[in-house]
C-alpha cells in the first residue's frame, strides 16, 4: 500500500550537483519509471491522460527515497547560510508554432519586399474595414461581423476567395481564422476574441510599415546561413534551429525588457559550456547588489556569489562598504549550480554586444505569452536539447568514437565542474528584429514592435499589433518651418497620412556598417521612394510608411549598460500562472 512507505522527496534544487531525479531515471534506466527501494513505481507519463492546453507541461518529477543521515554525520555537516531558493516548477512552456518554415532564410528579404508592394496595395485600396473590438464569437456561432471578417481573411490570403458570403463562423472559417492566428504569434483556437480582434484591427498601413521597415533592416546583413544555423527573432521571443532550409527544433525564449533590449547581431556559436559561473556587470552590481547588501548584509552568501579582488583573492563581504560603491571596483562572480542566474547551460557567440544564450532558474517566464524579461541576453527554455543539437559530430567525453547525446549532457553537468565544449565546426547564428516578415509559401507573418522601432519618426502612432505592451512613446523631432495644411500637425482627424509607394528605379549603394569599410550592399529597387514623396516627407520631417533610416547593426532602443548582464541576481520568480497579453507589465 502507498500509505505504508514513508518518502522523501527530493527536489531539484536540492541537488546541487545538477540532476534532477527525473533526469536520472531516464540517464540511467533509459524509462520515465523506476522502482526504487521502498518506494512505488511512478506512473508512466505516456499513460497520462491527454490535456488540451495551450502549454506544454513536463511529465511531473517521480518520488525518490533519501537515506537519512545518522546523528553523527549531521552535527559533521558544515552549517549552510539559509537560503530561500528559487526552486524549480515543472518545466511549463508556452506553445510555439510547429511550422517547419524558418522564420529567416535567404529568400526572406526579397520575399518580405514583394509583401509590402502586395500591402501597399491593400492600403491604396482602402484596407479592410475594423470590427467591434468587444466582439467574441464561439466557432458554430453567428454574428452581423462576420461578412467582415469573411472579406478580411479573403484578402490577406486565409480564406479562399470563393468561399460562401454568410454570418457564421463555421468549420472553413474557423481554419481561416486559426491560419490567420498562427501567422501572428496568436494561440491557435479559431475562437473569435480580444486577441485576435486586436489584429484583425491594426490597420493596413501599419502592416505595410512593418514589412518594409523588416526588409530596410535586412539591407547590407552579410549572415552566413550554410547547412545549419540558429535565428532568433527577437519580437517572436523564439529560437529557431535550421538544418537544410527546414526549422527542426523551435524553442521559446526570453528577451531582453524595452529598456534593455536585445541587439541584433549577426555571429558564429563557438562553444556549449556547462556549469558556467557568471560574472556580475558593475551596471548590475551599482543598481541591484549594493542596494539589497546595505538592507540584507546575507545576500551574497545565500546566492553563491563571491567578491573577488586584485589577483582573484576572494573579499569577505563585511569588508566592504556597502554605504558607497566602492564594491564595483570588485569582481563579483556567482558559483555554478542550479541557482546560477545562467542556469546550468551558456552557448558562446562571440560578438562585440556580448550577448549570448542560456539556460535560468526562472523557469516559469516560459509560460507566458509575452516574454520581454531579460537583462539583453536571451534565455532559452529547453536549452540542453539546443546544446545537444549544436554539439552533433563533436567528440564526446569518453574517448575515440564517443559522442555529446543526453546522457552525457546530464552526466558532465552533474559534475558541477564547469565544462567549456568547443564546436569544431562552428555555427552560425542571428538574433534580429523582423515585426513582419514573409515566407517562401506567400504568406505573411507580423509581431508586436515591442521596441517600437519601425518608425519612431512618423507622427502616426504605432499600434501594438496583439495588444500585448504599447511600444515605447516617440517624440516627434521638431521642423523650422511652420506647419502647413499638409503637415501632420494640421492633418483633419480622419485624413490618411500620404503612402510611400515604392517604385522601379536604379540600384543605388549604401555602405553597410557590418561589412568591411571598403564594401557596400545595394538597396533594392522598392526601398527608394518617389521623388514627390521625398519631397513631401521633407515638410513633414518623416516619410510616413518608410523605416528610419538606421545602421542594421543598431536599434533606437536603449541598450543594457553592460551587454552580457542577461539576469540580476535575486530576480524573482514569477508565478506560473499565464495572465492576459495585456496585463503583463514590461517588467521582471
Not at 134 to 156: E, F, M, T, W, Y
Not at 168 to 176: E, F, M, N, R
Not at 429 to 455: E, W
Not at 462 to 480: K, R
Amino acid at each position: 500500500m502507498l500509505s505504508r512507505h514513508r518518502t522523501v522527496v527530493l527536489r531539484p534544487h536540492r541537488l546541487r550537483a545538477g540532476l534532477s531525479p527525473l533526469a536520472l531515471l531516464w540517464a540511467l534506466g533509459g524509462a520515465a519509471t523506476a522502482q526504487v527501494s521502498g518506494v512505488p513505481e511512478a506512473p508512466s507519463p505516456a499513460k497520462a491522460p491527454k490535456v488540451e492546453s495551450l502549454t506544454t507541461t513536463a511529465p511531473a518529477t517521480p518520488a525518490v527515497q533519501a537515506i537519512a543521515p545518522s546523528a553523527g554525520e549531521a552535527s559533521a555537516t558544515p552549517a549552510v547560510p539559509a537560503k530561500k531558493s528559487r526552486e524549480l516548477p515543472p518545466l511549463v512552456v508556452a506553445r510555439v508554432s510547429a511550422d517547419p518554415v524558418p522564420t529567416l532564410s535567404p529568400a526572406t528579404f526579397l520575399d518580405t519586399l514583394r509583401m509590402a508592394d502586395r500591402y501597399q496595395a491593400m492600403v491604396d485600396a482602402g484596407g479592410w474595414t475594423a470590427l467591434p473590438a468587444d466582439l467574441v464569437v464561439k466557432p458554430g456561432a453567428s454574428h452581423p461581423a462576420i461578412p467582415a471578417l469573411r472579406k478580411h481573411l479573403a484578402l490577406v490570403g486565409d480564406l479562399p476567395p470563393d468561399a460562401p458570403m454568410n454570418d457564421q463562423l463555421d468549420a472553413s472559417l474557423v481554419a481561416a481564422v486559426k491560419a490567420f492566428q498562427a501567422r501572428h504569434g496568436l494561440p491557435e483556437t479559431g475562437l473569435i476574441g480580444r486577441q485576435t480582434v486586436t489584429a484583425l484591427n491594426v490597420p493596413a498601413a501599419t502592416r505595410q510599415r512593418q514589412l518594409a521597415a523588416s526588409a530596410a533592416r535586412q539591407i547590407g546583413s552579410n549572415f552566413a546561413y550554410g547547412d545549419r544555423y540558429v535565428v532568433v527573432n527577437i519580437p517572436s521571443a523564439t529560437v529557431e534551429a535550421v538544418d537544410h532550409g527546414v526549422v527542426v527544433r523551435r524553442y521559446v525564449a526570453v528577451v531582453g525588457k524595452p529598456d534593455k533590449a536585445t541587439p541584433r547581431i549577426e555571429a558564429r556559436i563557438t562553444d556549449v559550456n556547462l556549469n558556467p559561473t557568471w560574472t556580475l556587470p558593475v551596471s548590475i552590481i551599482k543598481k541591484e547588489i549594493i542596494p539589497k547588501m546595505r538592507k540584507d548584509p546575507g545576500y551574497l552568501a545565500r546566492e553563491r556569489i563571491r567578491i573577488l579582488g586584485p589577483g582573484g583573492v576572494e573579499v569577505d563581504p563585511t569588508a566592504i562598504d556597502w554605504s558607497s560603491e566602492k564594491a564595483a571596483n570588485y569582481t563579483l562572480r556567482q558559483d555554478s549550480g542550479l541557482d546560477n542566474s545562467l542556469g546550468q547551460v551558456r552557448i558562446d557567440m562571440p560578438n562585440k554586444q556580448a550577448v549570448y544564450m542560456h539556460d535560468t532558474p526562472s523557469k516559469s517566464l516560459f509560460a507566458r505569452e509575452v516574454r520581454f524579461h531579460s537583462h539583453g541576453c536571451v534565455r532559452v527554455a529547453q536549452v540542453k536539447e539546443l546544446a545537444g543539437w549544436l554539439l552533433e559530430g563533436t567528440p564526446g567525453p569518453n574517448g575515440t568514437g564517443s559522442t555529446w547525446g543526453p546522457i552525457e549532457i546530464e552526466t558532465s553537468i552533474a559534475t558541477n565542474e564547469r565544462l567549456d565544449i568547443k564546436l569544431p565546426k562552428q555555427i552560425p547564428v542571428t538574433f534580429v528584429y523582423l515585426t513582419g516578415y514573409a515566407t517562401p509559401d506567400g504568406r505573411a507573418h507580423f509581431r508586436d514592435d515591442i521596441y517600437g522601432i519601425d518608425s519612431p519618426a512618423v507622427p502616426m502612432p504605432d499600434v501594438a499589433a496583439t495588444g500585448t505592451i504599447a511600444p515605447p512613446s516617440v517624440t516627434v523631432p521638431a521642423t523650422t518651418k511652420a506647419s502647413t495644411a499638409g503637415s501632420a500637425s494640421a492633418r483633419a482627424p480622419g485624413d490618411k497620412p500620404s503612402p510611400v509607394t515604392p517604385t522601379l528605379a536604379k540600384p543605388t549603394l549604401a555602405k553597410s556598417p557590418l561589412a568591411k569599410p571598403a564594401e557596400a550592399a545595394l538597396v533594392p529597387p522598392g526601398l527608394v521612394p518617389k521623388a514627390s514623396a521625398q519631397k513631401a516627407s521633407a515638410e513633414k520631417g518623416a516619410v510616413p510608411g518608410a523605416a528610419p533610416a538606421q545602421s542594421p547593426g543598431k536599434t533606437a532602443a536603449p541598450r543594457p549598460a553592460r551587454a552580457g548582464a542577461d539576469q540580476a541576481a535575486g530576480d524573482p520568480v514569477p508565478p506560473r500562472s499565464i495572465p492576459s497579453r495585456a496585463a503583463l507589465p514590461p517588467t521582471d
